[in-house]
């Protein structure tokens, strides 16, 4: 029944489900010369929120601010910036995170309800090191207030307004029915490596209107974070301002809920969000600096999904793999060695590797293989699969990252003043 | 005293101070097209000999060889290929390390003496997952056995024979003196980076004519290989082969050991030898593939070494900073936030950070700074100075690394065959 209602849940390149509840806007505040870079996005009542940050001891203020607000029950709106990171700012950044909470709180309170500083989710990407142009951000906020709107035009210059070398906006949207009703989500995002001039971060923003708890938020955003953003890398450098946040609305006081059903649609939710999450997170690596080509590394045989995850990890880390696969060479020597200092036990000798279903290495030993069919086959797609084979153990993960192109070099040795 | 002497341990950059006892030859055998790739190294007598080996799990057929072998006093030869790793070479592969031992062991016996080849330690490097051909390199070896000379030339030609794609031979080389007699250390090395076509890799074999016994040369060679091969990386991808040798006469049955002065004595080899080991190994990353820059990571104030050195590695593996630096663009936030991400508890608010002894972040601020002068700084030499503190404790480590440029992703995305 819940297998029926997920393959229900329909994904559309076109169609943008957008949740019911929330409205969006994105503007031009000035921190860029041009483009978008302020977004805001309102619930109209409170909500559930949860987030996942970055592990980096280093990190944003707005992210220390987040993370004492969630989990939470009412949350009512999420502001974002782009252009400046406001990270490495010392005690003026943590000012200026809370200046901007404290304005869109004040914008967002009526005669009947007043919103506190503490309900506003605050997130900044761009540029490390400078402090942010605070008469700039605080008049715009007062413009996004009035401008958002529950049409697709206000999610979609949001999705713009996140983005720093981002080419495209990143979004993913599904729509599934549980008990007659239509329930829906829609996720934004934006990364494309850690970069200069504007030092980028990932940074996500999924809504749905499926009611839950914040505890079930939290569980469920954790989940689907796990299964997709946290196994993705461009070049592995861990940004100070990395976030996902989820925004669900609450359950209703009265709501009288039959537990066993609830199991079933959560589960539906949980599979659904899964999908949107992966879906985002393969944009990034797919966008990454300079990239040709989303690198999927499967590795399977060790005695742990862990260890499975380390070596997968390892390889999508190395320089090596990754210039490898630009140049479409089917140099399988640096992907096993890659493996072999993963930290992870296991016996050479038991070792195979395919690339896009292509033997390569059997039993430890080189596969007998026509080159060129690998190359082709690699030239020829703009996604390599690598799938290693360690041992008869069960554990296996996966992990995505992109090639690494002199373009992405060329970018990234730009010097910033 | 054992200071004036180390002192008096001379470098010269046209003086070679090759130890007695050792002759040497290097000549192409025709695993590659045309440049030499066959190098021998033979002691007149049996000698103390160890090695440090690669970490890696995949290693080649010949590290394993060494590692039984290795320590020794009894060691006659070091043969070394280059062309080919034979790495990933399965049973063949050790079947022909053992055949290039065991051709050396016979080619130095003589009637009196029989070599066994366990007193040969072989090295190979150049790609993985290829067959060596065994029939080039065993026509080879006999005539290696007839050309070392003690000569200079022998030991110019065995390190041009040692490189897969460095530009020059890497060698270094100290004389001092103990007791009224002249002592010589001299050394080769290659690498480049873990590379294709030639997945080139990290070798060293290190000669003196001071003696000492095998478990005094695995003492003084861990040393000097922690100082130095230990904390240089290119793109920190751990090869199949990597391997550092030493080798020294054995202390004569009939020696009358004075301790006190041995001590001295012993204090002052292992100077000599961490001199020679960081000449050496700062070649590679000087010599990195594209490198444009060598980068000296210092770390201090944490509240062990190990800590520093741990901060100084993820540093050094940052894509994001090699770029920087390659750019000559004093982007301090990469610096910071890879500081952030290395696994080690510290307090941003104490951090400062120097690139070429110019401050750049202080006490967890942007320090104020002249970003043309900075940049300025690091484009107008060969070696960039990253000085990092974070906090007060008394850990502190170095390391090295190069910078990357697109030439390394071009060189390394070339198709192999």
């Given at each position: 029944m819940s297998e029926?209602?997920?393959?229900?849940?329909?994904?559309?390149d076109t169609e943008w489900y957008i949740p019911r509840g929330f409205s969006a806007a994105?503007?031009?505040?000035?921190?860029?010369?041009?483009?978008l870079d302020l977004a805001l996005v309102v619930s109209a009542a409170p909500v559930?929120?949860?987030?996942?940050?970055?592990?980096?001891?280093?990190?944003?203020?707005?992210?220390?601010?987040?993370?004492?607000?969630?989990?939470s029950d009412r949350i009512r709106a999420v502001v974002v910036n782009s252009g400046n990171a406001n990270a490495c700012t010392g005690e003026r950044g943590f000012r200026d995170t809370l200046a901007m909470a404290s304005a869109v709180a004040q914008g967002l309170s009526t005669a009947d309800a007043r919103v506190l500083p503490e309900q506003v989710l605050v997130l900044s990407t761009g540029v490390i090191g400078v402090q942010l142009p605070m008469e700039k951000v605080l008049s715009g906020i007062p413009r996004a207030i009035q401008q958002v709107t529950?049409?697709?035009?206000?999610?979609?210059?949001?999705?713009?307004?996140?983005r720093t070398t981002d080419h495209h906006a990143k979004t993913a949207s599904r729509r599934w029915e549980a008990g007659g009703q239509e329930y829906r989500i829609f996720g934004m995002c934006k990364g494309a490596g850690m970069i200069g001039p504007n030092m980028a971060t990932m940074l996500a923003i999924v809504l749905s209107d499926w009611h839950m708890t914040s505890a079930e938020a939290d569980m469920c955003l954790r989940h689907?974070?796990?299964?997709?953003?946290?196994?993705?890398?461009?070049?592995g450098h861990t940004s100070t301002n990395d976030c996902a946040l989820l925004l669900a609305p609450r359950i209703p006081a009265a709501a009288n809920i039959?537990?066993?059903?609830?199991?079933?649609?959560?589960?539906?939710?949980?599979?659904?969000?899964?999908?949107?999450?992966?879906?985002?997170a393969l944009q990034i690596p797919t966008d990454g600096e300079g990239a040709t080509h989303l690198i999927e590394i499967r590795v399977a045989g060790t005695s742990s999904d862990d260890e499975a995850d380390r070596i997968a990890r390892t390889i999508a880390l190395s320089n090596l793999v990754k210039t490898a696969v630009?140049?479409?060479?089917?140099?399988?020597?640096?992907?096993?060695?890659?493996?072999?200092?993963?930290?992870?036990?296991?016996?050479?000798?038991?070792?195979?590797?395919s690339i896009n279903g292509l033997s390569v290495f059997a039993h430890g030993e080189p596969a007998s293989f026509d080159a060129r069919v690998v190359s082709r086959s690699i030239a020829d797609a703009h996604r390599t699969l690598i799938e290693l084979e360690v041992g008869a153990g069960t554990g296996?993960?996966?992990?995505?990252?992109?090639?690494?192109?002199?373009?992405y070099v060329k970018l990234n040795a730009e010097y910033t003043t």
């Open positions: 029926n209602q997920r393959h229900m849940a329909k994904k559309s994105g503007l031009h505040c000035g921190i860029k010369a041009s483009a559930s929120a949860a987030g996942v940050y970055t592990q980096n001891l280093v990190r944003a203020a707005c992210i220390d601010w987040n993370r004492d607000q969630t989990p529950e049409a697709r035009t206000g999610f979609a210059d949001a999705a713009n307004a996140i689907a974070a796990d299964q997709s953003f946290n196994r993705i890398s461009v070049e039959d537990h066993r059903s609830r199991d079933r649609d959560l589960y539906t939710f949980q599979q659904t969000l899964d999908e949107v999450f992966l879906e985002l630009a140049g479409a060479d089917p140099n399988w020597g640096r992907i096993v060695s890659a493996a072999g200092y993963a930290g992870v036990p296991f016996n050479p000798r038991d070792v195979g590797l296996r993960a996966v992990h995505w990252t992109s090639d690494l192109t002199a373009a």
